[in-house]
């Protein structure tokens, strides 16, 4: 019997140690482990028997690798053994939330929406009562892929019967289902759910992220908001200047004596008009207190570059 749980062990122990010799090592030289590296996991369920006891250990080890593996997440290149590490770490610790929850957003970015979805069905099974779990699924469904809208609403409704789950969930569930909200201001909700969750319990990258996300969509909105008074004024312009032609040829066909008494309309040259004859109730700013730009040539609509893009045009 002692041979048998010293075989085990030592199936565990030799890759779990190799792993930490990697870690170490990429710690003390200050360099993220290579995303091409195959670590060679034991199958998890051999691993939890063979733990003995010392399942959150090996689960919290590899932890620290998987943060280290996956690095900042915004290099935007594949991670293959992210999903071996996930689905290690929450075979030897269940209840561990933080495991699904990160693993879930990084097997996403990794092309791999359908074992994260299975990664966050674990997580609700072991963690009923943490509602952020089915979100993410639903979150994870509706940015991502194909923006399969039934799964999304169906895991934000689960999200909703969870107490404690904000109110906003249920109401985002019915939005998806009738269609009666855009896509931008799904969007906008569902992240700003992420940055709430991540700036109470802590969580720095999330929240950077979240936070990126929501300041790119404001500045769509705003956009889309300005451009929509710009047609409405320029097909007002269009209208009333085809209004005046046919005046004139009234006019002067049939009463050469009479002129038209209107004032022509001019094509927009400042985005100020706008607000003077009521398109807009004021210029909205972008989320750093900078105007957006119109180019009177054009009629288009560019914001400034954000703080942590390259490049000095105009978007």
């Known amino acids: 019997m002692n041979k048998i749980i010293t075989l085990g062990l030592l199936a565990i122990l030799i890759p779990a140690t190799h792993i930490s010799h990697l870690f170490l090592n ?19 369920e051999i691993m939890k028997v063979a733990a003995i006891g010392y399942d959150n250990f090996l689960a919290d080890m590899l932890w620290l690798q998987l943060l280290q593996y996956t690095g900042d997440g915004m290099t935007m290149k594949l991670h293959p053994e992210t ?13 561990f939330k933080d495991a699904y929850i ?5 097997l996403t970015d990794n092309k791999e929406l359908g074992r994260a979805i299975s ?37 934000l409704n689960k ?12 109401q985002l569930a019915a939005l998806l289902i009738s269609d009666t909200a855009t896509d931008l201001e799904i969007k906008i909700n569902l ?3 992420v940055y709430d969750r991540a700036k109470k319990s ?10 990126k996300k929501l300041v790119e969509f404001k500045v769509e ?10 047609k409405k004024y320029n097909d007002k312009y269009k209208a009333q200047k085809s209004q005046e032609t046919n005046i004139d040829d009234t006019l002067s066909t049939k009463q050469p004596h009479i002129t038209a008494d209107t004032t022509p309309a001019k094509s927009l040259r400042e985005l100020k008009t706008l607000v003077d004859q009521g398109y807009l109730k004021k210029l909205p700013m972008d989320p750093f207190a900078r105007p957006y730009m119109f180019d009177e040539k054009t009629q288009e609509v560019r914001a400034f570059p954000f703080p942590w893009e390259s490049g000095g045009q105009a978007k």
């Open 102 to 106: 990160y693993g879930a957003y990084y």
């Open 26 to 44: 990429s710690i003390y030289n200050n360099n993220p482990v290579k995303t091409d590296m195959v670590f060679n996991l034991p199958d998890p």
């Open 119 to 155: 990664i966050l069905d674990r997580g609700n099974k072991y963690n009923p009562n943490e509602w952020y779990i089915p979100y993410e699924a639903g979150f994870l469904y509706y940015i991502n892929g194909k923006k399969n809208k039934a799964a999304a609403a169906r895991y």
């Open 191 to 193: 992240w700003q759910q």
């Open 159 to 170: 999200a909703g019967d969870i107490p404690g789950s904000p109110a906003i969930n249920k």
């Open 83 to 95: 999903y071996s590490l996930v689905n290690t770490i929450t075979t030897l610790d269940p209840y």
């Open 221 to 230: 909105a705003d956009i889309e908001n300005i451009k929509r008074a710009i």
């Open 202 to 211: 802590g969580d720095k990258p999330d929240m950077e992220r979240a936070y």
